[in-house]
């Protein structure tokens, strides 16, 4: 399967495993292509200043790939995948091998060969795709896990590009990552950037510490450098590539217009209604995934109800959890999981017409979202392990009145930036539980002080500032080495 040839060369190219749009065929057979309503879009859009951009990615269905299109001032570049390199490159070794690795083996990562040899291959397909579409000397910005390959493969085609990765996820510590048996060939393959972006600057270190410890890399403040191998494989040459913390953020001016519109007033004002006008709302939303926590956030919330600390009508729990990767086991159960802790929970502390947790397992828009936000009076947002965790960002933002409290986890991304947050580790029970009743019972100018310094750290770090910032690193980073030296690599 080739890339579709695209005659047009662009100075700014993005690449992400995923195109920004979905097609939607309506009965007659018509095609249209909807903006999906992403961050990334609108940090792209801000930075491309009138540039003309293309965008390589997946358009979300197997088989062969549209002809490139226009979409704005943007040129979606569409990458094609088969139903078997889905479950192989895709579903397999980015969901089931990578993404459990990255998030501190929550769940065992699978290892297979077969899934592996794909991951290189669709990763090499796309280097092709955005070596067509690049311009003489252009930037170009690959996004996350999927695609850690694509800058050493797109590197030894195109030596002349300027080359960024950016990981949304966590970067493992050396002492997971080095499980990995491929663990000598993606870190070559990433080590084709000239710079790598990273959430957190842990994420950051880990990186380099795994290229020390795996490749034998020298590092020079937050500079690596690679001398290069003795043999023909991936990103064999010597390099120079930065590694740092860029951590991404949220479109707030836009969200927070969005949450101050009338209908999203009156629609928040209408969900507390038919919650039954609760003194107290507690708000989860997260994609069903095993990195949120959402195990041990019931737990927390089921113990708090079975100790009488918390009941309905007074107060109830609303989850929202979206539907997510279905195909892949581990999925599977942690959905069974949920639903049956939720039914026991229901089944012990609601009445008729006293409910103790609304769960809801469906994807809203934006302006739901919004209203949702508004009418939490206790955001939780308590993953094991996540790279950012939008959703708090969101959360603070959408609070114009000032009122709200956000639980963070520590193990997000985002407790970093948010040191104002009632900040808890989801693995302590007890603490958790302690922290949730802090959140609800604490006065009301303490939460406001909170929520008003959360909400001026998101508002002065939004998702523009992220993308500049990323940017501005990239088109001054290190790229070739100064002296190549000639050692050998280990374990490569
Ligand atoms: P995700 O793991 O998908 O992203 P997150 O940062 O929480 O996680 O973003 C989820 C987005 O989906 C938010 O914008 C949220 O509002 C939206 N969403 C969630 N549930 C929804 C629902 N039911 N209906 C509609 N929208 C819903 C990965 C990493 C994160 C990192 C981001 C960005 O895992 O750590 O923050 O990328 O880099």
Redesign the pocket.
């Known amino acids: 399967m080739v890339s579709t040839a695209d005659p047009r060369t662009y100075d700014f190219v993005i690449a992400a495993n995923r195109l920004p749009v979905d097609r939607h065929v309506s009965p007659d057979g018509t095609t249209t292509w909807k903006t999906s309503p992403?961050?990334?879009v609108t940090a792209m859009e801000s930075v491309m200043h009138g540039r003309e951009a293309a965008w390589v990615g997946w358009a979300g269905f197997p088989g062969e790939a549209p002809e490139p299109f226009d979409d704005d001032a943007l040129r979606l570049h569409p990458v094609p995948l088969s139903a078997e390199e889905l479950v192989d490159y895709y579903e397999g070794f980015s969901n089931d091998t990578l993404w459990p690795l990255y998030h501190d083996v929550i769940v065992p990562p699978t290892f297979h060969r077969s899934w592996w040899h794909t991951y290189q291959k669709v990763n090499d397909r796309f280097a092709a795709a955005i070596a067509e579409v690049a311009a003489e000397g252009a930037t170009v910005w690959v996004h996350d896990y999927q695609l850690q390959l694509v800058p050493a493969l797109l590197r030894d085609r195109r030596p002349d590009l300027r080359i960024g990765w950016f990981n949304?996820?966590p970067f493992p510590p050396v002492e997971l990552f080095a499980q990995l048996p491929w663990r000598g060939l993606i870190l070559r393959g990433l080590l084709g950037a000239d710079f790598l972006g990273f959430?957190r600057p842990d994420d950051a270190r880990n990186f380099m510490r795994s290229c020390r410890s795996v490749l034998g890399t020298t590092n020079r403040g937050d500079v690596v450098h690679w001398a290069g191998a003795d043999d023909d494989r991936l990103g064999a040459a010597p390099r120079r590539a930065r590694a740092a913390a860029v951590p991404?953020s949220?479109d707030a001016s836009g969200f927070e217009h969005l949450a101050r519109s009338p209908e999203v007033r009156e629609r928040a004002r209408e969900i507390r209604e038919s919650l039954g006008d609760p003194e107290v709302v507690l708000l989860g939303?997260?994609?069903l995934?095993y990195?949120?926590g959402i195990r041990h956030r019931l737990r927390a919330i089921g113990e708090l109800f079975e100790d009488g600390e918390i009941a309905p009508p007074e107060v109830t729990f609303v989850q929202?959890?979206?539907p997510s990767r279905e195909r892949v086991e581990a999925y599977r159960t942690l959905r069974e999981q949920i639903e049956g802790t939720v039914g026991r929970i229901n089944g012990d502390f609601s009445h008729l017409g006293d409910t103790a947790i609304h769960y809801?397992h469906?994807?809203?828009?934006?302006e739901?979202?919004a209203a949702l936000f508004q009418v939490a009076d206790v955001m939780l947002v308590t993953p094991l392990r996540?790279?950012?965790?939008?959703?708090a960002k969101?959360y603070v933002t959408a609070r114009h009145d000032g009122g709200g409290a956000l639980v963070l986890s520590e193990f997000?991304?985002?407790a970093e930036e948010m040191r104002s947050a009632y900040l808890c580790n989801p693995h302590d029970i007890t603490g958790l539980k302690q922290t949730i009743l802090r959140a609800i019972r604490d006065t009301p100018t303490a939460k406001k002080r909170r929520m008003s310094a959360l909400r001026r750290r998101v508002r002065t770090h939004d998702v523009q500032r992220w993308a500049d910032d990323f940017l501005r690193a990239l088109a001054v980073a290190p790229g070739k080495p100064e002296k190549p030296t000639h050692t050998d690599g280990k374990d490569a």
């Open positions: 992403g961050g990334l949304h996820i959430q991404i949220i939303v997260d994609r995934d990195t949120k929202v959890a979206t809801l469906q994807s809203y828009g934006r739901e979202m996540d790279g950012m965790n939008l959703v969101e997000t991304g985002a």
